[in-house]
């Protein structure tokens, strides 16, 4: 049996290793250099970039609240909230996607919000929407596991020890969920980094407009471009490295996948 | 002066219900209590981390119920302690020192002060995670006394610690409360911590303060049963009271009667504490009223004391040391006299509730 099993872990890895790296070293190097240089790629680099800083930026001043709120109080509809907060996680994007689509597009208060100027419907501003609907349970989740583990008597001491109560969580219990928050930092902005499907569905695909890494992976290979499709897919390769190691630097005891 | 005035608050299964109590200043108080009696929601709430349901708080003449707990002065000490992890031991006492804005130059005197009174001087630079149980103590007594509190609230502290440091411990408290002038309130159920330094004591149970006083009072005279059992004073007998003369004579539902002296009557509970029975092998001319004749069913090791149960007709519980009972030849089976006087005898009457 140990030798069944060792054979098979060795041949898993072989084949994942073998699959990744045949995609990284398919163009030859220069090749690979003009594609990064291409003014499509560089376009999706910065776009990708900022849209999924300003998504992650956004699920962190949300998720925060909010996973204290789920963590320590007890209000009215909790079980409620945690289940619908949890639904995203499991719902495929381009289902949320869609949703975002149809709330957006047909519904009055969707229509009311585009009047008054919030453009999200096939625009670079929808990117970030969508990554945000999609990414914020997986903070919230780390960040509510991250502080229940933490016994709300250190921020009682705290108090006694002149603090307000804002002052003894920004004090001690944000201090001391530390790990949590760096672990759903690096995981938000990673997968806001490859979201595909629900990003499609609400800012469309659009050359030079909404596209993302993702999205100029997609355009490219639909037509044909292999090289430009293999330039997007490296540097997504490269993100999720970078992020493996990152989460297990930092993860201590956060459980996320 | 802390004085509580029937405080209530209920917080989950836990509740204090009509609590009023008045603490001294420079006073040594322990709140005795078995676990689930509410005692630390009740310190808790003396702290300002709970709003009460009633009730009001006062802390020298004014009143703190709703005051936030930044503002009382008062200073708590957790069984676990509480230091925060993420700081030095040092940033851990200088904490409060920040908060209250405490010029950097002036901060560094008082660190020292402290840390040489709770002798941890040698720690500062290191974090709580790498300190034993009784350097952890320190440090958070250090933290809270820094600012010095008016009054110092402490959970279980000593509950966490093995027994060696836990006698260090209260001697070390009591010296503190000494120089620092201190008020301080403790909640234990660990009777040695009431013997050794408490002032006064109030029992708890399920919410409500059972009784007050001074330790010596409380122990020699326990209100109830529950306050009896929880001392666990050795001997507690049922039985009828009725006055004879000058004497009590108590009947126990089985076995012969013996004396107290008390001016209850009716249906009573005797308590004996084990270390007022005298033991021996042949009667001996006393002034004590009670010399009762039996067998010893069983003999119990109990650190360097020896807990003889001797069958009088009731099972009667005395306290030896190890030696008196090896001099005597004591053995289950051996026929004994068991003295003890009158005065030993505390009368509690039974509330037929």
Redesign the interface.
């Known amino acids: 049996m140990k030798r069944f099993s060792l054979i098979l872990t060795y041949l898993v890895l072989v084949g994942i290793s073998a699959v990744l790296l045949g995609l990284v070293t398919y163009s030859p190097l220069p090749d690979l250099a003009s594609s990064f240089a291409s003014p499509e790629i560089q376009f999706a680099i910065v776009l990708s970039l900022v849209t999924s800083f300003a998504s992650t930026a956004i699920c962190i001043v949300i998720a925060i609240p909010v996973a204290y709120a789920l963590a320590r109080f007890d209000f009215f509809g909790k079980r409620i909230a945690n289940l619908a907060l949890t639904l995203p996680l499991t719902l495929p994007p381009l289902v949320a996607g869609i949703a975002l689509l149809l709330f957006f597009g047909t519904t009055p208060w969707g229509k009311a919000l585009e009047q008054a100027g919030f453009m999200v419907i096939f625009t670079p501003l929808g990117i970030i929407v969508a990554e945000v609907f999609v990414n914020i349970p997986y903070m919230i989740r780390i960040l509510r596991s991250a502080f229940s583990t933490i016994n709300p008597r250190y921020e009682y001491v705290a108090k006694t020890l002149g603090c307000t109560d804002t002052g003894a969580f920004f004090r001690v219990t944000l201090p001391m969920a530390r790990s949590g928050l760096l672990a759903g930092t690096v995981i938000t902005w990673s997968k806001a980094m490859g979201e595909f499907g629900a990003v499609l569905m609400v800012a469309g695909a659009t050359t030079m407009r909404t596209e993302t890494l993702p999205i100029a992976l997609y355009l490219n290979i639909s037509t044909g471009d292999l090289d430009l499709a293999v330039a997007a897919a490296t540097i997504l390769i490269l993100i999720s490295l970078v992020t493996l190691c990152a989460v297990e630097y930092f993860d201590k005891g956060v459980n996320v996948f | 002066m802390l004085r509580i005035d029937s405080l209530s608050i209920t917080l989950g299964e836990f509740s204090v219900r009509d609590v009023s109590l008045e603490i001294q200043p420079n006073e040594y108080f322990i709140i005795l209590g078995p676990t689930g009696a509410g005692k630390t929601v009740l310190l ?1 709430t003396i ?3 709970h709003t009460p349901d009633s009730g009001k708080i006062f802390l020298c003449n004014r009143e703190i119920t709703s005051i ?3 503002l ?1 002065n ?3 000490v ?1 069984q ?1 302690y ?1 230091l ?3 700081l030095t031991v040092q940033q851990n006492i200088t ?2 020192l920040n ?2 804005e405490v010029p950097k130059d002036e901060q560094s005197t008082m660190v020292d002060e402290i840390c040489a009174l709770l002798e941890i001087t040698h720690l500062v630079g290191r974090y709580p995670g790498s300190l034993s149980g009784g350097e952890q103590q320190r440090v958070a007594l250090a ?2 006394l820094v ?1 010095k509190p008016e009054v110092l609230l402490l959970d279980e502290p000593m509950s966490a610690l093995d027994r060696r440091t836990r006698e260090r411990m209260r001697t070390e408290l009591s010296r503190i409360r000494k120089l620092t002038g201190t008020t301080i309130v403790q909640i234990t159920h660990h009777f040695d911590d009431v013997f050794a330094i408490a002032d006064r004591i109030a029992i708890m149970r399920e919410g409500r303060i059972v009784q007050v006083g001074e330790t010596a009072e409380v122990f020699l005279h326990p209100a109830d049963t529950f306050v009896a059992e929880f001392l666990g004073i050795g001997n507690i007998i049922r039985g009828t009271s009725s006055r004879a003369g000058y004497v009590t004579v108590i009947t126990p539902e089985t076995g012969p009667v013996f004396y107290a002296s008390s001016r209850v009557s009716g249906d009573v509970v005797a308590a004996l504490h084990a270390e007022d029975v005298i033991v021996s092998v042949a009667p001996f001319a006393s002034s004590a009223r009670n010399c009762l004749y039996g067998t010893v069913l069983e003999i119990i090791a109990f650190g360097s004391t020896i807990r003889v149960i001797i069958d009088v007709g009731f099972p009667l519980t005395a306290l030896l040391t190890r030696e008196s009972c090896h001099e005597l030849h004591i053995e289950p089976g051996s026929r004994v006299y068991a003295t003890f006087k009158a005065t030993a005898v505390h009368v509690i009457p039974v509330n037929l509730e």
Request: hydrophobic share 40%.
């Open positions: 808790e702290a300002g981390i936030e707990p930044r009382r008062i200073g708590m957790y676990d509480m925060f992890p993420h904490f409060g908060q209250r933290r809270a600012l």
